[in-house]
Each structure stands twice: as C-alpha cells, then as structure tokens.
C-alpha cells in the first residue's frame, strides 16, 4: 500500500463518508448501557418532493459535446492508505481483553458427546441436572424436563446445571450437531456437479483495516496456509448489518439509493421495511433454501438472540429453512428471561470463564465442519458481540479464529472459506479519522477456495485482480451463487463474466465485466461510497454556510412532518454550521458539499448531509445523518427512522 500524505486527506476530508456517529442499530438493548446511543434505523424510502431530483430529465447531459470527459463519479479513486498511520493509533489497544483473568484451569463441569451427557467433574457432592433446549418460535425455546441421571439425550442444545450443598456452582450450555439422513433426492438435479462445502465466518463490525490490524494469526494463516485473497475494497451496502446481511441472503436491498446527484432516479429497496418486518420469510428463496434444494446440509449460528433477522420486532422465519440453528435454542436459553437457569444466563459473562459467545460459535461450526463426511455443507457463523462496539474487540479472539481454521483443516482444505465483515465500526470517537471514517464502510472480505482449485484453474490470479477494484455484498453474494451453481457446472474452469439473471453483482471468481466499476454503476448508496474525493474545508461563517444549514434544518424538519410527528417532536431551527467541505470537482455544473450542522436549543442536535448547489438552489442529497447522540430525547416516537430527527416536545423521562 502506497502511503499518500495523510495530513491532506484529513484536513481536506476526502471521501463522501455520511459519518454516523448515532445509530446503535441493529443491537441488543443489554448492550445499551446508560451511554445509549438511541437506535438508528437506516432510512429507506423516499425523500420528500421538494428534496428529490426531477426524474424527468433524463439524457440531461445532451450526449454531444461536453460530456465526453469522464465525469467524477464515472471514476473510482480507491483509497489507498496505511493501516497503521499514525491516526489509528491512538484508538488501538491490542492488551484490551475483556477475559483476561479468566481461570485457564476450569474444565466444565459437565459433558455432551454423542448424544450423551455425563459429569466429569470428579467431585463427589457435585449433583448436577441437564435438560433440552429446542426451538419453539423465534422468541421462545421449547424446553424439556430436568434429567438428573447421565445419559442419552436426544438435542442438540444442552444447559446442565450442577450444585454443591443445595447451592447452584455451575450451569453451562453444551451444543452438539446431529447429523440429518442423507436428502435423498435434492430438488435440483445435482449429477456432474463438482460440489463444495462453503463456509462463511462473518465478524459483526470487522472492517478491511481492522482485520489487518487486529487478526494477524489468522489472516497469516488464511492468506499463506490456505491461500486466502483479501479484498481491500469491498464497499457496505446497507447503514448496519441487517441491510448488509439480507442482501447476501437473499439478494434483495433493503435501503434505496439515491441518484439525484447524477439526475437519475432514485432507486428503492427491494423490500421496504414493513414486508421485511412483518411477513415471515421462510418461503423467499434465500443462500439457505437453495443450498439445500443443491443437496447441501445449512448452518446458521448468530451469538444474539434477537438476530440479524428479527431485530427489534421483525418476524424472521416461521420454521428457519436452516438444518443446524444455532441462535435460538442457544441464544434464547443464555439471554431470555425464564429460558435458561439464572446460572447459566451468567456463565459466558464476568469473564471467569475463558468462554464467549464467539466460542460456542465456533464449537458449534467446528462439530458442523466436522460432520456429514458424505453430505455437502454451507455454514454461516455471524460473530456480534465480539467487534460491535470496540476498535479493540477482536484482538483477543484472534487466536480462536486461527485455531478453528487449524482444527479444521483438513475439510477446510475441501472448502469455499469467506471471512467477512458486515460493515466497519459505528461508534465512538474512531470515526472522526480518515481511517475510522472509512472503514465503516469498508468491511473486510476474504475467500480462500478449496486447494484443488488453486492448481487447476485461474482463480486465483482472477480473484487477486478483481481485488484490485471497488467491490460490494452484492458481488459476493454473486460469487456464492457461482459456487453453487454456474462454476460448479463447469469444473470451475470458467473465466468469463456472467450476469446471474436477476442478480445486482458479479462473482469474483471469474472476471468481472470491464464496465467501469464506481459507486454510480454498483448498486452503493453514495452514502456509502469508498471512492475518493477531493474536498477543501470552507469557512463556515458565510452567507452560503448559513443558507445551506438552514436546508439541512429544512430537511430534517420535512421527515419529520412525513412521518407525521410534527405534534410530537420540535421544529428543528438552524444554529450554525459546523463544518463545510466542497468537493474539487463540479458535479454538471453543482457544486457539491458535505455540511454539518448544529441545530438551535433546546435539541442541540447535529445534523450531517450531502449538498449541492446548482443554479443558485440547494438541494439535500440522499439521506441526513445525526451526528450526535441523541440518547433518550426521541423516547416519545417509536419509529427508528424518524428518531435521530426528533427531539421530543415533551422531554418527561
Ligand atoms: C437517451 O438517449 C439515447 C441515445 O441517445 C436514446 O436511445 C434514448 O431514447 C434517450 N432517452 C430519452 C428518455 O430521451
Ligand atoms: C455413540 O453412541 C451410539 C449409541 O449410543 C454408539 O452405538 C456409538 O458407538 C457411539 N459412538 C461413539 C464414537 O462413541
Ligand atoms: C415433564 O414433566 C411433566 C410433569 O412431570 C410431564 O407432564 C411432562 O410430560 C414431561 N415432559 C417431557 C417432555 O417429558
Ligand atoms: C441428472 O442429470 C444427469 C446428467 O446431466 C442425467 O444423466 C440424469 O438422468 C439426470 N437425473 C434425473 C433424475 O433427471
Ligand atoms: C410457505 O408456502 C407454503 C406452501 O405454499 C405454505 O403452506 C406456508 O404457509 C408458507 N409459509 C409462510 C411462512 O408463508
Ligand atoms: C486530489 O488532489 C491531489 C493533489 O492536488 C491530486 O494529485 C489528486 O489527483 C486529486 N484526486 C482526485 C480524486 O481528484
């Protein structure tokens, strides 16, 4: 990586980055501690009128003279910088361990394997009890009676309880993966298909950087040991994990993205937020439902009970089209109230236990790895709780990520490996850096194929030149796709592009088409875009500063009477301008700029947005961030789309 002067880029802010400082999105409320950051949803739909573009003009350039020249969104500078500029470090803290007093001695107290459970402990007042977890509905297990002789059981999900002198010492949660019958007859014919087992490894939070800086033991071994090719430009798609995730799931978007800037049309979500939330989605065709129609056993293991799917009241599956389901039984029985005894739902926290939650993730998709030696397998782990909140999260867990790719190598060996990330870390102070502002949108992206492959065909090489370039979700979603169906149709030793019918990206392990590949023709909300800008801080005490502040009020104040909660929340009014930086490049004749913006008492909230100028007229582009917590003074609107706008009338809590 070339090391561009970074004093420069910091002063002149060079990306379009909506910096994000709010939103504590698509996360459980135990992680919300009096610090809350509110919840943020990522904000679909459309603007107001008087915010959006005409979607009349089209062929708006004339197409004859001037407009050969490249315009500055038909290019993608790519940002190329060091990961551990001088910036960063400040913010990195590889001693940080939530576990490190943990008792290395402790053995667990009690044991499942094959379907049996035991005591191993060998004191003899220990009196200890198991029972069943099972699934009974997103939100509730089915729970089993209380066995207290040792012996078969016939779950995959086990919470064993032991006391000492009528007093409970111990409670655990033991998983084991029991094999389904071979699928006899897949729904696709899968004869003359060279098959392989995929599996994903996504790290909640984990950005391109990140990664770099906190998992050098795995990513060595990935990268040398299983020839793994990282992607340093994978662009997010989506604010927060869900409108990242769903997408590679399932193939549809959930937020919209706005072309104002290029006077196109404003593009919008595959699904809106009510038929996301309120339909069960076990009959769309998802990575899952067709992986098994291929003759594939599914995995899915997320360490968040509310999950990327149901997160805060959204349905999720009826009955998940997922063979091994780790979150809900596991999840349920650690985090609901009345699921698990009061000492198991303690026994993965305190740090007493050299345990997380990215443990039993990682136990669970090992006996996963481990199992069906005749069957294919797909498997997702989604890591949450180790990245979410912490520059500093994942350094001590590198040493269990490298482990799992050890212990497993052999059918690693055999297998599609993805590491992923969802999208960079949201929070905290990180964000104002040229690399912290970055990597929330830049989360990492890694594939190693299986070792057959890397002799046979040119995947490799053709992986590593696709890293070169500005890549999304949706690209990888493609790649799996391609996996599952088209490569392996053709012995993987297919090269050219293919457009998947009905697909928005292009796998990448075969070329990519040479359209230029930019932020205007992937489908990456502008918002999100990793491609670089020059911009030059301008002062903020001008006329134009005031008048472009006063649209941004003016914005915010038009979701606010859009969602009808203008009875119930404060007109915003413009204090003064934060910070304004115009972009080098004129835009069709607009002069862009990035603005934020401080609202009058008693809100005080910041607001930040794209803007542009053209013809004398302001118009705010995409979507207006708050810049600032804004903790409890929405309580009085549910709606996570109108909340970083309001500030509540009446301030009664
Ligand atoms: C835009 O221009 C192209 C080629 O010049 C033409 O085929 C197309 O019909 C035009 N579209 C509109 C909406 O005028
Ligand atoms: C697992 O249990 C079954 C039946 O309980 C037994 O037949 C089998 O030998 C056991 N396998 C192993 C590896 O212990
Ligand atoms: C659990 O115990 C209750 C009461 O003894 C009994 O009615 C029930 O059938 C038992 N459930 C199972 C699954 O064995
Ligand atoms: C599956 O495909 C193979 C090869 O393409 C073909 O020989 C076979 O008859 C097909 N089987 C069925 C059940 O359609
Ligand atoms: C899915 O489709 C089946 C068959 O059409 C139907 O019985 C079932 O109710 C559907 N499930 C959901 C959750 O919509
Ligand atoms: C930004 O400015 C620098 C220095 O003036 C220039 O070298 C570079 O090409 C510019 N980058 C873009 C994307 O315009």
Request: glycine share 6%.
């Amino acid at each position: 990586m070339q090391n561009l002067p970074f004093g420069a880029f910091v002063v002149s802010g060079c990306m379009i980055v909506y910096v994000i400082f709010l939103g504590f999105a698509s996360y459980s409320p135990t992680f919300v501690p009096e610090n809350t950051y509110g919840v943020y949803h990522a904000i679909v739909g459309k603007l107001p009128k008087m915010y959006q573009q005409s979607e009349t003009k089209e062929n708006i350039s004339g197409d004859t003279d001037t407009s050969n020249e490249l315009e500055p969104w038909d290019k993608c500078v790519l940002p190329k910088y060091d990961v551990w500029d001088d910036q960063i470090i400040p913010y990195v803290n590889p001693d940080r361990n939530p576990i490190k007093d943990c008792d290395t001695s402790f053995k667990p107290f009690t044991a499942l394997k094959n379907s049996s459970w035991s005591i191993v402990n060998k004191n003899k007042n220990l009196e200890c009890k198991a029972r069943c977890h099972s699934r009974k509905s997103d939100r509730a297990n089915k729970i089993g009676n209380w066995s207290f002789t040792p012996g078969s059981v016939d779950c995959e999900f086990l919470e064993a309880v032991c006391s000492e002198d009528k007093k409970e010492v111990y409670g655990y949660l033991h998983s084991q993966v029991i094999p389904k019958p071979p699928i006899e007859k897949p729904n696709i014919n899968t004869t003359g298909l060279m098959q392989f087992d995929v599996f994903v490894i996504l790290l909640d939070s984990l950005s391109y950087s990140q990664g770099k800086r906190s998992l050098p033991r795995t990513l060595s071994y990935f990268t040398n040991h299983m020839d793994g090719v990282i992607f340093p430009y994978m662009n997010k798609i989506g604010e927060n994990s869900r409108p990242n995730g769903v997408p590679i799931w399932f193939g549809k978007s959930l937020e919209k993205v706005d072309r104002s800037l290029f006077d196109e049309k404003l593009i919008p979500p595959d699904w809106s937020h009510k038929y996301f939330c309120n339909t069960f989605k076990d009959n769309e065709t998802s990575l899952f439902s067709e992986f098994h129609d291929y003759g594939y056993r599914t995995f899915l293991a997320e360490d968040w009970a509310e999950g990327t799917m149901n997160w805060p009241n959204c349905v999720g599956f009826d009955k998940p089209p997922i063979d091994h389901f780790m979150r809900l039984p596991f999840q349920n029985a650690y985090e609901r109230r009345n699921q698990g005894a009061a000492i198991t739902q303690k026994h993965l926290k305190g740090g007493k236990l050299c345990r997380q939650t990215h443990n039993t993730l990682l136990d669970y998709m090992g006996q996963f790895t481990d199992a069906y030696p005749d069957q294919k397998k797909f498997g997702w782990m989604w890591a949450i709780d180790l990245g979410h909140n912490s520059e500093n999260g994942f350094t001590h867990a590198d040493k269990d990520f490298h482990n799992y790719l050890i212990k497993h190598r052999k059918q690693l060996e055999n297998s599609f490996v993805f590491i992923l990330g969802d999208h960079g870390l949201r929070f905290g102070d990180v964000r104002n850096t040229f690399i912290g502002a970055l990597d929330v949108n830049n989360p990492f992206t890694g594939v190693s194929i299986p070792r057959i492959l890397r002799r046979t065909t040119d995947i490799l090489s053709i992986m590593s030149e696709n890293a070169k370039n500005i890549q999304s979700h949706f690209d990888t979603r493609a790649t799996i796709l391609d996996i599952m169906k088209y490569q392996s149709a053709r012995s993987f030793a297919e090269t050219e592009p293919y457009q998947i019918p009905g697909e928005k990206g292009h796998s990448y392990i075969r070329k990519q088409p040479s359209t230029p590949r930019n932020c205007r023709t992937m489908p990456v909300p502008l918002e999100y875009c990793i491609c670089q800008f020059n911009k030059t801080k301008i002062a903020t005490n001008t006329a134009n500063a005031e008048a472009i502040g006063k649209a941004l009020a003016l914005a915010v104040n038009a979701q606010i009477e859009d969602g009808n909660f203008a009875d119930k929340c404060i007109k915003m009014e413009w204090e003064k301008t934060i910070s304004l930086l115009e972009y080098e490049h004129k835009f069709r004749g607009a002069t862009l700029y990035r603005v934020t913006a401080e609202m009058k008492e008693p809100s005080k909230a910041q607001f930040r947005a794209s803007v542009k100028i053209v013809d004398g007229n302001i118009k705010v582009l995409g979507m207006v961030e708050r810049s600032n917590k804004y903790g409890k003074t929405a309580d009085c609107i549910k709606s996570e789309h109108h909340r970083p706008y309001c500030y509540c009338k009446n301030q009664k809590n």
